[in-house]
């Protein structure tokens, strides 16, 4: 059994994960929990549950850093996710790799437009169209890269896959 782990840190994040001996897919919003003056972020714990709960043996994790454009606080928040998320994959002993944004978008031929690529992943596993869109139609843009980043991952570890994903439940704990 192989499965692939997709995580795109940070509070609207997300993890992937695709059963490459099923072909099929689930998707997690990141687990979050209260922080300071009302804001959520990330849990560390939750995370830690949730990626041994996939059983999984690769991770794909997005290499993050800053941009000019955020705050310190917004930055120091991001900083954060990406150490819970890296931390978690190494915490239950995954082949982890980190992939910049520029590499696997650009293997997945994802845009950079958040918007777009959930377009993308929704061409690319047709079955995960209503886990990429919310209610009334707005992308859910950390899914979608979540699930570029496994799929990456499929095609990264040299799987073919064998028919079109299916959807299935994350595991829980």
Request: with cysteine; net charge positive; hydrophobic share 45%.
């Amino acid at each position: 059994m192989t499965r692939i782990l997709g995580v795109d840190p940070g509070i609207s994040g997300a993890l992937a994960l695709i059963d490459t001996d099923i072909w099929a897919c689930a998707i997690l919003d990141m687990p979050l929990e209260a922080g300071t003056k009302g804001k959520s972020k990330v849990s560390a714990m939750g995370l830690l549950n949730a990626v041994r709960a996939a059983d999984c043996e690769h991770a794909f994790l997005e290499e993050v850093h800053s941009s000019p454009q955020q705050g310190v606080t917004s930055a120091f928040s991001f900083g954060d996710g990406y150490g819970c998320a890296r931390t978690a994959c190494l915490a239950a002993d995954l082949s982890t790799w980190t992939v910049r944004p520029q590499v696997w978008k650009q293997a997945m031929r994802a845009p950079k437009d958040k918007k777009q690529a959930t377009t993308r992943a929704a061409q690319l596993v047709p079955a995960a169209h209503s886990m990429l869109y919310g209610p009334r139609g707005g992308a859910l843009d950390g899914r979608a890269e979540a699930l570029l980043l496994a799929f990456y991952g499929v095609l990264n570890l040299k799987f073919q896959p064998a028919r079109a994903l299916r959807v299935m439940e994350f595991p829980v704990a």
